[in-house]
């Protein structure tokens, strides 16, 4: 859709094409009322989002919302059925070369396993027509480097998502996707991959689009929000306007031993409550804007020798948000 403006002179004529075109080079990646069905099902029913230079924006929505499709579509990978998409603004499916400014860090990502890490990072370096020479650089912003010559099927889940993240700043791109990229991870994983994101954002100034089904793991890596729902963006706005959204958040931990960690936790002036559900189960009830320290907890406990299995968002806050975004 064109909407036309009527000016009263030269003068703001001027001035509203120079707004426009600075508003266009400053967008990294803008879609406006974006749609994609695969035959009867509607996977995107207009999508509008803008993401401007160095903003982190986090795409969250439950499985199936429209994520991965958004990201595609963005990509120029798959074609939109009608709407605009202008990745540094030019259209990515006429003009696919756009591509080589971004980098990608797929949900599952996969490697020649028998490999070691550094000759698969050189096949990859001359796949893309990458510098080769910024192979130590980037196995070094990932700490890896200590790794290169290690294959890559001995590597830790965190150690191979490191090295898709290696491999994503290979070309030295402007704008960084990342599709769930925190998923398989252990709790200490996590955390470390989000200050290990959250640090190469600042020094690189990079702009980032993260997707996740987690919302609070969003929160921790983002400037800004949008939630995804069947296709629609139904919320888009501050980190700090969707922690007002939610209110308390709650966790499930899995353990070796409940009772032990329970009673860490309730030391701690950021939980609320615990709840042992039961020998290796309990629930922590928390502030959200505070969830970080949470992993800093789990992380001194595991170096305790306590074993941390699985931590899982339980209001769960994805859903609880769409309920009342919905009005439920």
Known sequence: MVHYTFLDSPISLVSELVRIEVCSVSSVLQLSDVWKSFGIVVALQGVSLRIGKGEALGLVGPNGAGKTTTIRVSLGIL????????????DPW????????????HEKPSFIEGMKCIDWLIEVARFQGADISEIKRVLETVDLWDARYR??????????????LAQALLHNPEFLILDEPLANLDPVSRRNFIELLNRIR???????????????????????????????IVFEGRAEDVRKVLGLSIARIRCGDSHRLAA??????FVKDV????EETLEVIMDPRLRYKLFEVLAEASRAGMEIHDVESRIPEM??????????
């Open 151 to 164: 294959k890559i099927r001995g590597f830790s889940a965190g150690m191979k998502q490191r090295l898709a």
């Open 79 to 90: 074609r939109r059925d009608r709407g605009e998409v202008l990745l540094f603004g030019r």
């Open 202 to 232: 600042m020094e690189r100034r990079l702009t980032m689009l993260i997707t996740s089904h987690t919302l609070h793991e969003l929160l921790s890596l983002s400037t800004r929000v949008a939630v995804i729902d069947r296709g629609r």
């Open 94 to 105: 006429i003009d696919p070369s756009v591509r080589r400014r971004v980098g990608v860090v």
């Open 275 to 278: 709840r042992v559900l039961d």
């Open 264 to 269: 860490m936790l309730r030391d701690q002036s």
């Open 319 to 328: 859903e609880e948000m769409l309920r009342r975004l919905r009005g439920g």
